[in-house]
């Protein structure tokens, strides 16, 4: 009996010590979990009250997701300045979609083709930055992406004008993504797993060494981090969520694209979530997503105004809130912390004159 | 045995010859200190040996028996070379502790695809850097400001913390440029404690500027004197101090060490 309680508690206690990679990840997954099953029922929440459009909007919300995180890592983290994200979407989108019709491939295989393509081409955006900074870099950048929303728009291969249609809709085992509803699973999984993989990077040497770039690249280099490596690097894993998000994008019903998905406006739309949000803040990407998102919907109605409109939001916030909704929170648990901090020594002095 | 030399190393920035010519050779296990007045090229000197600048054809660096001449600055870094920088460039911000993170960068025992598969092995080995790092803080004392924005510490801690994130790297030969410039007497004194204990604890090789003349007569074994990228001058500091010529140009007439103290003051607070 109490052999086997020991035996127990041993191997409970290695379980803790050394065998613990497994249990730690489990554990390290649970709130992702978590949030992955409460996210589940929310097209039929949605749907009780509001039309099936509603739910559209909401995937169009994770895709958004997906863009924000891929550019708040090369942006936000690496420091390098990216106007040709929207270049990459299309590549995701537009490989993903030729690769399905033409040659019949599954969603399954297509995606990942177009994921890595969109990789591919992001090593060609991000090579300027290993010899151009700042407005420059945005010049390059600006001019790749908008070079492949051209290509897109005067070749009939790739759509031109009438734009690529009857995209087949992903399918496993017989169930078919092919309603706003169904299509939301993958879409809120794919943000989920996103969001989470980019935490994990992050988090990481690989995250510091991005910071570090961004902070002060000749220090970091003096201190052993490979510049060039790591700001084509992050180039590349921003290209790679692009790449997902176009391909997601090309795939959800109605399964239609065109090459006014990928105008530069969408640019700065996206550049706009991202500010708001807080540059370097990945929450502060997802909240950037949905408020624009909600916003450029109940603003429809005004299209011709929009780009405006939001071109001047963004500057407003550049100029009066930088450090955008993330930075504000931040800022204000940092402040009330300080203040805590302040009031406990105050006290501890106050108790000392007490004494004296 | 020399561990770090330089040979006919010449640097020009359009027409100025910042370094012209320089042979410099640091005994492995010494201190070595380069002095010279503003603009006498000290820093360009760094800035060479570290790979910020491309050598003019012709220069030879050679570290530990390689020749560095040619390579970028990780890969130097990576060969056991750290450095302070005379206006710090900390990683403003990042946490003191991340700071000193990024400094022991290129002895991460982990890649980028274990990072991406297997962030359990990532968080645990972060952990085991995180408490040496933790160490190497208490050491310089910046412990307590471990969390706090780089930004946020006082004058005198940001000196520390360059010298926390340099040592971070395990290097072979320290290189401190200006590394007690606006640091009050007192703290002169605990710098050079510091840097003195580092040097036993870990062997280092050290190749310091600095214009406070007591921190080069107190720790120096040899002095390189430089004036317009030349070297003027080489030997003790007891020698070199007498030298006509380096006085000449350093000090262009006597001066004491509190006035020659209160002009790089001024310089050091105007350069922030
Ligand atoms: N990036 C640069 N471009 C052009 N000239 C430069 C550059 N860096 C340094 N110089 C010039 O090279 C010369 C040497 O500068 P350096 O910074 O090496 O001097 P220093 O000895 O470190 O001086 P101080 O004691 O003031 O720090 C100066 O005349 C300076 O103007
Ligand atoms: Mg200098």
């Known amino acids: ?356 | 045995m020399a561990l770090l030399e330089t040979r006919q190393l010449s640097k020009n920035f359009g027409g100025l010859r910042a370094i012209a010519d320089l042979d410099i050779s640091v005994e492995t296990g010494s201190i070595h200190g380069l002095i010279g007045p503003n603009g006498s090229g000290k820093s360009t000197f760094f800035n060479l040996v570290t790979g910020i600048y491309w050598a003019e054809r012709g220069s030879t660096v050679i570290f530990g028996g390689r020749d560095i001449t040619s390579l970028p600055s990780h890969r130097i870094g990576a060969m056991g070379i750290a450095r302070t920088f005379q206006l710090l460039r900390l990683f403003q911000e990042m946490s003191v502790l991340e700071n000193v993170m990024v400094g022991h960068h290129m002895h991460v025992p982990y890649g980028l695809f274990t990072t991406i598969l297997n962030s359990g092995h990532v968080e645990r080995r972060d952990a085991v850097i995180r408490e040496e790092m933790m160490d190497l803080l208490s050491f310089i004392g910046l412990a307590d400001y471990a969390d706090m924005p780089a930004s946020e510490l006082s004058g005198g801690q940001r000196r520390l913390l360059s010298l926390g994130r340099a040592m971070a790297m395990k290097p072979r030969l320290l290189m401190l440029d200006e590394p007690a410039a606006g640091l009050s007497p007192v703290n002169v004194d605990r710098l050079l404690d510091i840097i003195m204990r580092l040097k036993d604890r870990y062997g280092l090789t050290i190749l310091i500027v600095e214009h406070i003349l007591k921190v080069v007569m107190e720790t120096c074994s040899t002095v390189t004197v430089l004036d317009y990228g030349r070297k003027i001058g080489e030997g003790t500091p007891a020698t070199v101090k007498d030298d006509p010529a380096v006085i000449e140009a350093c000090l262009g007439q006597e001066m004491n060490d509190d006035e020659v103290r209160a002009m790089l003051h001024e310089g050091a607070s105007s350069g922030r």
């Open chain 1, 1 to 356: 009996m109490r052999d086997g309680l020991q035996a127990t508690a041993l191997s409970v206690a290695s379980m803790f010590s050394d065998g613990v990679g497994k249990l730690n990840r489990i554990h390290r997954l649970v709130p992702w979990l978590v949030v992955f099953v409460l996210l589940l029922p929310v097209p039929q929440l949605v749907t009780i009250g509001l039309s099936d459009y509603y739910v559209y909007l909401i995937n169009k919300i994770c895709i958004f997701i997906l863009l924000t995180v891929g550019l708040n890592i090369v942006k936000g983290f690496c420091g390098q300045v990216t106007v040709g994200h929207v270049g990459l979407y299309a590549i995701g989108a537009v490989s993903s979609t030729l690769l399905s019709i033409h040659l019949g491939l599954s969603f399954w295989v297509s995606f990942p083709l177009g994921v890595l393509l969109a990789g591919l081409a992001g090593i060609v955006v991000g090579l300027p930055s290993v010899r151009l900074e700042g407005a420059y870099l945005a010049l390059a950048t600006l001019r790749l992406g908008e070079s492949v929303r051209i290509m897109i728009a005067v070749t009939p291969f790739l759509g031109s004008s009438t734009g690529l249609m009857l995209i087949p809709s992903p399918e496993i085992m017989g169930f078919v993504f092919d309603s706003f509803q169904s299509y939301y699973y993958l879409v809120m999984t794919a943000a989920l797993v996103g969001l989470y993989l980019s935490f994990s990077l992050l988090r990481s040497a690989t995250g510091r060494a991005f910071m570090a770039i961004r902070e002060d690249v000749i220090a970091a280099g003096v201190h052993g981090i490979d510049v060039p490596r790591h700001k084509l690097l992050a180039f590349v894993i921003s290209a790679l969520y692009a790449g997902a998000a176009g391909a997601l994008f090309a795939h959800m019903p109605p399964g239609y694209i065109h090459h006014n998905n990928f105008i530069i406006i969408e640019m700065v739309t996206l550049l706009l979530m991202v500010v708001l949000g807080g540059i370097g803040h990945i929450w502060g990407g997802v909240i950037g997503a949905i408020v624009v998102t909600v916003i450029y919907d109940q603003t429809l109605e005004y299209y011709f105004c929009q780009p405006l409109m939001f071109g001047l939001s963004m500057v407003l916030l550049v100029m009066f809130m930088p450090q955008g909704i993330g930075g504000v929170i931040d800022r204000s648990i940092s402040t009330r912390r300080f203040i805590a901090l302040r009031q406990r020594r105050e006290a501890a002095e106050g108790q000392d004159h007490g004494a004296a």
